[in-house]
């Protein structure tokens, strides 16, 4: 089943402790991409990666990284968590997304609750 | 710079009932706009793409329409369902197309 995966899917911590949030997809896709989805201000992207050794930076990175070392996986980096990175977290892919004229779906995770205390 | 308003925020209607959801963008140089189903703890779900190209889209009752020139969107929902309940986001890409800009959603509710 084509499908992206993300882990922990609830996860509950303390100010400054570093914590990783996997994401992998099946369907090699070659863009992916994390949101963070807030109330009242929606989802907003945090960073995308157009393919291997590809990444950029979003609307929110502050406080996060990523790293793409192999196509289907894209993990989500928090390396000194704040309660402001307190959300609900979702990873897309896409097999072409980001290209000029695209017309692709984007195909999502089931997200991260994660809280920062 | 694109920006995305969905109306009504909620939306409470009883089972059967034919309904509208509605989107709207300020630029309407879009690739695409896509409806998605948000319910929790199951994440996102894609509903539909309607190309720039196209006007409309269908995928069993649900039908959604696309006026680039208005800047509008419509999810048209037949014979709702109390399963239909969830919350419906619309979203289209940012002008590099490497992003999706997001509308804040319509939370339906169907009543049985």
């Known amino acids: 089943e084509a499908q992206v995966t993300q882990n922990p899917r609830y996860l509950i911590t303390v100010t400054g402790k570093k914590l990783t949030v996997t994401c992998s997809q099946n369907?090699?896709?070659?863009?992916m991409s994390w949101y963070r989805q807030d109330p009242g201000l929606g989802l907003r992207q945090i960073y995308y990666?157009?393919?291997?050794?590809?990444?950029d930076k979003g609307d929110v990175p502050e406080g996060y990284k990523v790293s793409r070392k192999e196509k289907r996986n894209f993990p989500l980096i928090l390396e000194s968590p704040s309660p402001n990175q307190t959300s609900l977290y979702f990873c897309a892919s896409s097999f072409e997304a980001g290209r000029a004229g695209s017309t692709d779906t984007q195909y999502f995770g089931p997200g991260t609750r994660l809280t920062v205390l | 710079k694109q920006e995305v308003t969905q109306i009504p925020a909620a939306l409470s209607v009883p089972e059967g009932e034919n309904l509208v959801l509605n989107c709207s963008f300020t630029d309407s140089a879009i690739y695409n706009l896509q409806w998605f189903r948000q319910d929790p703890g199951k994440g996102l779900t894609s509903l539909l793409l309607i190309q720039s190209s196209q006007r409309e889209q269908t995928s069993g009752r649900l039908n959604a329409s696309l006026d680039k020139s208005s800047g509008r969107s419509t999810l048209y929902i037949a014979a709702s369902q109390p399963g239909d309940s969830a919350t419906y986001l619309c979203?289209?890409?940012?002008?590099?197309?490497?992003?999706?800009?997001w509308g804040l959603g319509t939370s339906l509710a169907v009543n049985p």
């Open positions: 369907m090699n896709h070659e863009y």
């Open positions: 990666s157009m393919n291997v050794e590809v990444t």
């Open positions: 979203a289209v890409p940012a002008g590099n197309n490497r992003k999706l800009i």
